[in-house]
């Protein structure tokens, strides 16, 4: 029986950090493989080592003067390693990077040595053997992570080392050659161990205790959320709430195994539980997320619901420019394309022509949208949510340009002026959580 157990940047920020990870990760013997990232900020005006590698590999590349970002890195691991009084040598892992610091250092390697140096420092401080994961989470040479490679080799190293400590946000070609995740992808690492030893829970431990209902950038102190699918999850985190790493939903969801929000500052919370079995039924909206800067193309054309093909042709106009679409709202003679901003910038004018030469059609541009998830396993088959909904909104004064509902009942998506975006998720959280 295995619990994975991930910890973010914030949980490690400083030696005071790295203790409550050890008290955590000790007063539980199934938390038997632990992930961990880079060194996070230590408060608002630090910076993240990940960051600052960054940085690092861009001073080497442009050969600036690169010595005294690497001093700030060599001394932050230093420093938590003294700090907690740990009989380890982290000198000799920081001097051989630096020996290889000069223009051509491939950016992947250096940037992954974040998650490592935390990893050797980590594992000496728990006990728990180092498990590099270039050694066990291999990578398809087109990017994708192999599953069947990396199950083999972590079942293999996991049985014989008992209890590891893992970095995160990278792994290795077949070849050696190390690659990272995303940003934010030592969740991936973790979900992706979860999975290989079929663990019983993927705990994730942040500095918030558990997901919140809305973002608490606009809803000040809005509810946490108790319980939530996989499925939720995927619409709130498509919609921009930054939860978890989206790649990371996928290989826990297939075997079933929970996923734990918890909040190392706070460990006695019990945070949120994502897995297919939610209990708690009581409230129809299980959170609310959203984002700014889409565009509406409408396309209008007599006659054009009889036109065998139409929508056909008009999609595969995007295609042509590689645009992925949003939604399709459509009308008799009229329909809309909406899309993010950034997706058509570059090509907006020649798709517009293309539109109005291949389909014969008049189009118009509507453009400052902002898209609201409002989403809930429990909305299905609710009677007057929508009504709800959307009055709330208008006696708010907040005009509504497109909505648009799942087939699942599992998410209603409301299209709304940029301008509008913030007082509208108030409204909502207001009026109907
Ligand atoms: N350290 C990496 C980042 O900042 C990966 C992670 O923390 O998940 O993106």
Same mark, same amino acid.
């Given at each position: 029986?295995?619990?994975?157990?991930?910890?973010?940047?914030?949980?490690?920020?400083?030696?005071?950090?790295?203790?409550?990870?050890?008290?955590?990760?000790?007063?539980?013997?199934?938390?038997?493989?632990?992930?961990?990232?880079?060194?996070?900020?230590?408060?608002?005006?630090?910076?993240?080592?990940?960051?600052?590698?960054?940085?690092?590999?861009?001073?080497?590349?442009?050969?600036?003067?690169?010595?005294?970002?690497?001093?700030?890195?060599?001394?932050?691991?230093?420093?938590?390693?003294?700090?907690?009084?740990?009989?380890?040598?982290?000198?000799?892992?920081?001097?051989?990077?630096?020996?290889?610091?000069?223009?051509?250092?491939?950016?992947?390697?250096l940037v992954s040595r974040g998650?490592?140096?935390?990893?050797?420092?980590?594992?000496?401080?728990?006990?728990?053997?180092?498990?590099?994961?270039?050694?066990?989470?291999?990578?398809?040479?087109?990017?994708?992570?192999?599953?069947?490679?990396?199950?083999?080799?972590?079942?293999?190293?996991?049985?014989?080392?008992?209890?590891?400590?893992?970095?995160?946000?990278?792994?290795?070609?077949?070849?050696?050659v190390i690659k990272l995740f995303?940003?934010?992808?030592?969740?991936?690492?973790?979900?992706?161990?979860?999975?290989?030893?079929?663990?019983?829970?993927?705990?994730?431990?942040?500095?918030?205790?558990?997901?919140?209902?809305?973002?608490?950038?606009?809803?000040?102190?809005?509810?946490?959320?108790?319980?939530?699918?996989?499925?939720?999850?995927?619409?709130?985190?498509?919609?921009?709430?930054?939860?978890?790493?989206?790649?990371?939903?996928?290989?826990?969801?297939?075997?079933?195994?929970?996923?734990?929000?918890?909040?190392?500052?706070?460990?006695?919370?019990?945070?949120?539980?994502?897995?297919?079995?939610?209990? =708690?039924?009581?409230?129809? !909206?299980? &959170? *609310?997320?959203?984002?700014?800067?889409?565009? $509406? +193309?409408? /396309?209008?054309? #007599?006659?054009?619901?009889?036109?065998?093909?139409?929508?056909?042709?008009?999609?595969?106009?995007?295609?042509?420019?590689?645009?992925?679409?949003?939604?399709?709202?459509?009308?008799?003679?009229?329909?809309?394309?909406?899309?993010?901003?950034?997706?058509?910038?570059?090509?907006?004018?020649?798709?517009?022509?293309?539109?109005?030469?291949?389909?014969?059609?008049?189009?118009?541009?509507?453009?400052?949208?902002?898209?609201?998830?409002?989403?809930?396993?429990?909305?299905a088959h609710k009677c007057g949510?929508?009504?709800?909904?959307?009055?709330?909104?208008?006696?708010?004064?907040?005009?509504?340009?497109?909505?648009?509902?799942?087939? =699942?009942?599992?998410?209603? !998506?409301? &299209? *709304?002026?940029?301008?509008?975006?913030?007082? $509208? +998720?108030? /409204?909502?959280? #207001?009026?109907?959580?």
């Amino acid at each position: 029986m295995f619990v994975v157990t991930k910890f973010g940047g914030s949980s490690l920020s400083c030696a005071k950090q790295f203790k409550k990870v050890r008290d955590i990760v000790l007063s539980d013997p199934m938390r038997k493989i632990v992930v961990v990232s880079a060194l996070g900020k230590r408060d608002a005006n630090d910076s993240k080592i990940t960051d600052l590698l960054y940085i690092l590999h861009a001073h080497l590349k442009y050969s600036v003067p690169y010595e005294d970002v690497w001093k700030i890195i060599y001394d932050r691991y230093v420093e938590v390693r003294d700090d907690l009084k740990l009989d380890y040598k982290i000198e000799d892992e920081l001097d051989l990077i630096a020996g290889q610091l000069d223009k051509n250092i491939p950016q992947d390697y250096l940037v992954s040595r974040g998650e490592f140096l935390a990893a050797k420092l980590m594992s000496r401080y728990l006990g728990y053997e180092f498990l590099d994961a270039k050694d066990v989470i291999e990578f398809n040479y087109d990017g994708t992570v192999n599953f069947d490679a990396t199950g083999r080799k972590t079942k293999e190293k996991v049985a014989q080392l008992k209890k590891v400590v893992v970095p995160g946000f990278y792994g290795a070609y077949g070849n050696g050659v190390i690659k990272l995740f995303s940003r934010g992808g030592s969740d991936i690492t973790g979900s992706i161990m979860a999975k290989c030893v079929n663990a019983t829970v993927y705990e994730n431990w942040t500095d918030v205790s558990g997901i919140m209902v809305t973002d608490p950038r606009i809803v000040k102190n809005p509810k946490s959320i108790k319980e939530i699918t996989y499925n939720e999850l995927r619409e709130l985190s498509y919609m921009g709430a930054n939860v978890l790493h989206e790649d990371s939903i996928f290989p826990v969801q297939e075997l079933n195994i929970p996923i734990k929000i918890l909040n190392t500052n706070e460990p006695e919370c019990p945070g949120t539980i994502i897995s297919n079995e939610c209990k =708690d039924n009581s409230q129809a !909206i299980t &959170g *609310i997320a959203g984002k700014k800067n889409f565009v $509406a +193309i409408t /396309v209008y054309k #007599d006659h054009m619901s009889n036109e065998v093909g139409f929508l056909r042709k008009c999609l595969s106009i995007f295609e042509k420019y590689d645009i992925s679409i949003e939604h399709v709202p459509t009308g008799i003679d009229n329909l809309s394309i909406v899309v993010a901003r950034d997706q058509v910038e570059k090509c907006l004018y020649e798709l517009i022509v293309d539109l109005k030469q291949e389909l014969g059609a008049e189009v118009t541009l509507w453009e400052d949208i902002a898209l609201i998830a409002v989403v809930g396993r429990n909305m299905a088959h609710k009677c007057g949510l929508c009504g709800k909904l959307l009055s709330v909104l208008g006696e708010n004064g907040v005009n509504m340009k497109m909505i648009d509902q799942g087939p =699942d009942e599992l998410n209603i !998506i409301l &299209g *709304i002026n940029n301008c509008d975006y913030e007082k $509208a +998720i108030k /409204v909502i959280y #207001d009026n109907l959580m």
